[in-house]
Each structure stands twice: as C-alpha cells, then as structure tokens.
C-alpha cells in the first residue's frame, strides 16, 4: 500500500502483537465481506433518521468496535516508537506538497509517496500504472481497464496528473494521462490528496506527480523482461522488454531508459474474447514504446542544471476488429457483431507523446533559493472508427486530436529568520489544440462489416483552440511554537481563450480569472503522532472544444468560460513508529457549477451546487519476521443539488464509487511474497442508475537469484467475470444513442499468470 514515508524498522515480535494482528484482520475481512460497507458510516448512504434500522446499527457498532481497537493498538506503539519517526521522516522528502523538497512531516496535508519498488510489486504482477496507482493509494478510485482513465478520480473529482512538474492534462479532457510512460522508467510517484491551486487548473480532487529515474555516478545497467497470458488461446500474450543504462560522475550524470510493450488478445473471466473498446479504445493488440532520457549537470557548489526528454508511444498493431453483419440491412443497426480477423483501417487508436523540459536551480539566488523550469509537449491521440447514424444509414469515423503545451515556471523560496518561509512565484504557459475526424467510405464499410475503413475524406471535428495562461502565487509558513505550524496561501489564475471558426460557427476571444486561497495547521505532538486541519481551493475548466462550436448560440464571445472553483476542507492524522504507518482524512469539497454531458456528448456547464464528502485511509503494520499486513480504505459520497434545493446522489455516470484493499505479504530480503484484495463497492444514484462494484484477488512471488529478481504473478486469481466500472458507464453514455448496449460494456479480464526477470548489474 501508499506510504506516508520510509518504512520503519521493524519492531515489537508477532506473539506481543496478537490483538493487533486480529483486529486488522477482522477490519479487512469486513471491509471485504459486508455487502455495503459504507453503512458503518450512516452519513455516507442515507439520511439520519435511517440510520436507525438494525442492521445499520449493527454494523455501525462493528466498525466503532474495530475502529477503537486499531486506535489502541498504535496508541500502545506511540511511546515506545516515537524516536524512530523523526529519523525516518526527515528522510522521506517531496515535492507535491509544496513545489520546493519539502519534508513529509512538514506537510498538512495526505501525501502518499509510491516508491519503485512498491511500483514494481505491482506492475511486476501483471498490472498497468493506472491499475497501480489504484490499489496504492486511497483516495484514488481502482483503474478503469483500456486505455482510457475516464472516471478515475480522486476525491471524486478531477485529479491532475505530471511528469517531473509538466503537467499531462489538457482544457481538452481526453483522459489518457496514464497512457504516457512505462512503469520501468518511473523512480517514485508523489501523490497529493485534495483540491490543491499549485499547478494550476484540474486538480480539484489532487496531484500525481511522477518522478523520473535519474542518472547515478559509475555505470548501471538495469534490464527487465516479462510475459503475461491467461492460457486462453495463442494470441493470448502480453509481452515486455526493457533495458536502461546510467553512468556519470559527481559533475555530470545521465539516463537513458527503453521500454517496449507488444500485448496480445484479452479473454474475460468464461474465457471469451473481450469486445474492443469503440468508445475510448483499448490497449488489446497494442504496442508501446516509451524512451526517456536525461542529463544532470552540478554547474557550481550552489548551481544545477537538467536536461530530460521523453519519446512515447502506443498505438494498435492488430488485424482483429469488430464485424456487424447487419450493415446492409434495409435498416442498418450494430447488432448481433462478433470479433473477426481482417480489420485494416487508415486510422488507428493512438496516444502519440513528445516531451522535453529543463531545470535549473539556484541553492543562493539574492540569498534565496531559485527553480526555473521551461517544458513542451506535443500529443497526438487518435481514436477507434466509431459508427455515427446518417440520414443514408451509418457512417464510421474516426478522431485525431493534437495538444501542445509550452510553458515557464519560477519559483524563490525564501526564509525569513529561523521560523518564517515564503514561496512565491509565476507560471506561463500557453496550450494549442486542434482536432480532426477522418470520414470512412460507406460502400467499403457496409460490404466488409466494417472491418475495412477507407478514407473517404477529413473535416474538422472540434473547433481548435488557444488558451494562454498566466499565473502568480504566494505561500507563506510559520513555525509558530516547536509543535505547530501554519500556512497560508493565495494563487491568482489569468487565462486567455480564443477559439477558431468551426463548422459555420464564428469563433472569437474571451478571458477568465480565478482567485485561489488555501490556509492549514499542522501540529506535532512529537512522539510519532501529527494531526493537521485545512482549508484549500482548486479549479477546473469546462472544456473549450466540447463547450463551443456546438451551436451558434453559444458564442464565443458572450458566453466566456468560468472557472469552476471547489472548495475543501481537510482533518488528517498521520502516525509513524517503530512497526506502525498509518494516515488518514475526512474531507468535504463543494463547488456551486457542475461539467456535464449532453446526449450528443456536447458539454454544458449547470448552476447546480456539487459536493463530495468522504473518508481516506491507509495503514500498514510491520513485524520482525517480515509479515506485514495492511490496505487502503476511501469512503466516498457524491450528492447534486436539484431543482428544488434537495441533495441527491450524483449521476453515477461521473461519481467516484468507494473503494477497498487489503494485503499480507512476507520478505526475508530474498524471497517475497504478497496476497491482496481489491474491492469496488456498489453505486446507485437517485435516478437508478446503477454500478456494479467487484472484488478481484492477486497473488505474487518473487525470488533473488545470482542472476537477478524472478517473480510469478496472478492477478484476478479467483478468474471472475465482471463488467468493469468503465464499461458500465460507457454503455450509460453512449447506448441507446450510439448503439446497443453490449457495444460498450466493456468487460474485466480474467485471470492471467505474469512471469517477469530483471537484473541490475
């Protein structure tokens, strides 16, 4: 599971920690077993005066009882722990929290931080970032499958996800920030809880920052080589190589890092071949490459510069698709479609990624410290042949939408005296988007079933955009006694739009702004134990492309973009001893303007207030036989206001489901093992709209050799057959509008044995 910092020294010995053991224990086996958990917490699911039925009781007295006895069980580690917490956290340094290296303990906040080798337990074990991310951190909600992270919020709301600082979110909401590097090439991932006005727009549900390796002085090579199938047929088989090199000297360093990935077919939980995802598109028969590399340089004693580049790529190589025998028919519809051989299309699904960015510091700039970051970003993502109705029948097209994002960020951060710090700053960056639909012949695609797509020409398929934004910010920290420190900020956002003429439709120029504040306490009672109390502000943008151009009405230039600005306050305790990491939040978010979709998938931005209230929590605990066991916990509500000033639950097409983990795992340094738990709770809005959750177990095992790390993974071992959350919500956008429902059920995959090797030398 997600730290809080370093792990600790093991402690206290497994026969002293009974009660321990078995209060975590019956937490997780309730967590898992009770059909709705969130009824522990009657505020989660229903008015108070429902809370009064007996079962509700019953099992809110279950979760006080496991609750209090966890509390004492890292209560009784707090005098005896307490000296190793300071010497570990101070160790443990981000810079999520404040855009400076920032100690975690100086952080009133919940900052998880995912290091490479908690990563690679579980990429190592068959599963993608995203998937990762999901299961590491509590407030993140379990991964969609496919490409897409539609819906994987943080919070329940948007999360804003960047590569060293670069930001990979765009106004143009594509959804493929996880679709942009390669587990392999990724040091640590920082992760900031909660809306946050740091780096600026989209992160109103928090921050994922993802650290890049690094160069080291000597010569390193690192390589790594892994397959994964489920043993359903030939073609199912996803296979990955990848090799690093890093050298240098205490001057320069440099890294270079290769990886490539070839995936095969995807079988479901009965052994069938899961449909492509037409929507978003899927990472079936898809290959990627991702090649990153940088160069350190220590100018002075006091002076540093880096260079960093990346290459990436991930795209469909396939000839599977899927054929509609009833394109023909005197009344064309997408029923009854199989999975056929012979696809070929002049576009294919896509995410293309090109990104350079520079650092340089200054550790005594006017006797402050001084960062300077300038970065681009080119994206191209192209989508899937999808089937529009025309007044001829149906018509297969296909989107290419291309993003670049320029920018310059500098900061100084200042100490005023032993007690009082300030960071202050601007940020600059200007974004271009533009997009493309390629038309596909009807005679090809009707004769083939639409395996075959010709080009029959391109038009425009949003109206482009430029967006330049210019930002300033202050924050200022006071150490006020040894115990406590306060912080207080104010982030001043400037955006231009200025939108193209698209179909007919005239486009034009206007201009938002946004006032951002945050202020928080942090106190340390110094024996291993903090709490923190916070107020902060974040901000989103309705996207351009989807929000204009949709009709003359809405012009550009009476109708300006506002940013939606969500509120949230935060109450957190963290914990480290000797054997015990634990943290936890309860966090309420409002904003009054929600982003929605229209049937046609055209944005509109509604006057309704929106508020997300919840719970998250993390624990692991260690003991000196290498046991330790742990997991996550998210328990969150999404309420709308209506019409009638009445709460109700949010459209599950967008609300965020609660979430689960569990884990035990072993180590002797030599060999590992780990059995983990993942549980998506059910969700269910006021309009019946309904989510079914899953639960899904992996098991994996590594082992040392003199000739590298071995490890065998099974991921969803019990092989069961669900709809994944994306699927079920695909079909809720897109059916009946665009088709029949199954089109767009995207389905889990079943259970797969993944068999990996690396080797540092």
């Not at 900061?411 to 960056?429: I, K, M, R």
Request: net charge negative; charged share 20%.
């Amino acid at each position: 599971m997600a730290c809080c910092c370093t792990s600790p020294t093991v402690g206290a010995r497994l026969a002293e920690r009974k009660y321990e053991l078995l209060s975590l224990t019956l937490c997780f086996v309730v967590i898992l077993s009770v059909p709705d958990f969130l009824t522990i917490f009657g505020l989660f699911t229903m008015p108070a005066p429902s809370f009064t039925t007996p079962s509700s009781a019953m099992a809110a007295l279950i979760g006080t009882g496991l609750l209090l006895s966890f509390s004492s069980g890292v209560s009784a580690q707090s005098t005896t722990s307490g000296s190793s917490l300071n010497a570990t956290t101070e160790e443990t340094m981000v810079v999520v929290g404040s855009r400076t290296p920032t100690q975690i303990s100086q952080i009133p906040g919940a900052v998880w931080v995912i290091d490479k080798e908690m990563l690679q337990q579980q990429t190592r074990n068959g599963a993608d970032l995203k998937t990762a991310l999901g299961h590491l951190v509590p407030g993140l909600d379990l991964a969609p499958q496919g490409r897409t992270n539609y819906g994987q919020n943080m919070r329940g709301r948007g999360v804003q996800v960047l590569i060293d600082g670069v930001s990979l979110n765009s106004s143009r909401g594509l959804s493929r920030q996880f679709d942009a590097i390669d587990p392999f090439n990724i040091e640590r991932v920082e992760v900031l809880s909660g809306a946050s006005s740091l780096y600026g727009g989209g992160a109103t549900g928090g921050l994922i920052n993802i650290i890049t390796r690094k160069g080291e002085e000597g010569l390193n090579w690192r390589t790594e080589a892994g397959i994964t199938t489920g043993f359903n047929n030939s073609d199912d088989l996803d296979r990955r190589l990848s090799q690093s090199v890093s050298g240098g000297n205490e001057r320069v360093q440099g890294y270079l890092g290769t990886a490539i990935g070839d995936n095969g077919r995807h079988y479901d939980g009965q052994g069938q071949e899961i449909f492509p995802d037409i929507a978003q598109t899927d990472l079936q028969d898809n290959r990627s490459i991702d090649i990153l590399g940088n160069l350190s340089f220590r100018l002075t004693d006091e002076q540093s510069l880096e260079l960093g580049a990346q290459l990436y790529r991930s795209g469909y190589e396939g000839d599977r698709g899927v054929y509609f025998p009833n394109l023909n028919a005197a009344t064309p519809n997408l029923n009854d479609a199989e999975i056929r051989d012979g696809y070929r299309s002049q576009r294919d699904p896509e995410t293309d990624r090109k990104l350079v960015n520079i650092n340089y510091h200054h550790a005594n700039l006017w006797g402050q410290n001084f960062y300077l970051q300038a970065f681009h970003r080119e994206e191209k993502s192209s989508f899937q042949a999808f089937p529009y109705s025309v007044s001829h029948g149906l018509q297969f097209r296909a989107s290419q939408q291309n993003t670049n994002l320029s920018g310059i960020k500098a900061l100084f951060e200042s100490h005023l005296g032993d007690d009082v710090s300030l960071t202050y700053g601007l940020d600059l960056d200007r974004e271009k988007f533009d997009a493309s639909q390629m038309l596909f012949d009807t005679n090809v695609s009707d004769a083939t079933g639409g395996l075959v797509q010709q080009a029959s020409g391109v038009e425009p398929r949003y109206p482009g955009y430029q967006v330049d934004g210019l930002s300033g910010f202050i924050q200022g920290d006071w150490q006020a006694t040894q115990a406590l420190k306060l912080s207080a900020g104010v982030r001043q956002q400037h955006m231009d739009v200025e939108v193209d003429q698209f179909q007919g439709i005239p486009g034009g120029k206007n201009d938002y702004k946004a006032t951002l504040f945050n202020a928080s306490a942090l106190y340390d009672y110094g024996n291993g134990h903090q709490n923190w109390l916070q107020f902060s502000q974040g901000f989103e943008l309705p996207d351009p492309a989807k929000y204009y151009g949709k009709s003359p009405d809405v012009s550009v230039g009476n109708n300006p973009l506002s940013a939606i600005e969500t509120d949230q306050v935060e109450l957190g305790w963290r914990y480290q001893g000797g054997s015990w990491t634990a943290q936890t939040a309860l966090y309420y978010a409002w904003s009054d303007k929600a982003v929605e979709n229209a049937e046609d998938l055209s944005v509109s931005v509604v006057d309704e207030k929106k508020r997300d209230f919840g719970l998250e929590s993390a624990v692991t605990r260690y003991f000196d036989n290498g046991i330790e066991i742990g997991g996550t916990l998210h328990l969150v509500r999404s309420e709308q206001e209506n019409n009638e000033g009445n709460w109700e639950k949010r459209d599950a097409r967008y609300a965020s489901l609660s979430s689960s983990t569990a884990f035990i795992g072993w180590t002797d340094y030599v060999r590992s093992a780990r059995l983990q738990a993942n549980h998506a709770f059910n969700l269910k809005d006021d309009a019946d709209r309904k989510i079914d959750g899953n639960t899904t177990l992996d098991v994996s095992f590594s082992q040392e050799t003199n000739f590298g790390t071995v490890s065998l993974g099974v991921q969803n071992l019990l092989d069961d057959q669900y709809s994944t959350v994306w699927g079920q919500r695909a079909a809720m956008f897109y059916s009946p509008y665009y088709g029949p429902e199954y089109l767009y059920d995207y389905q889990g995959r079943g259970r797969t044995y993944t068999l990996n090797w690396s080797m540092a030398y």
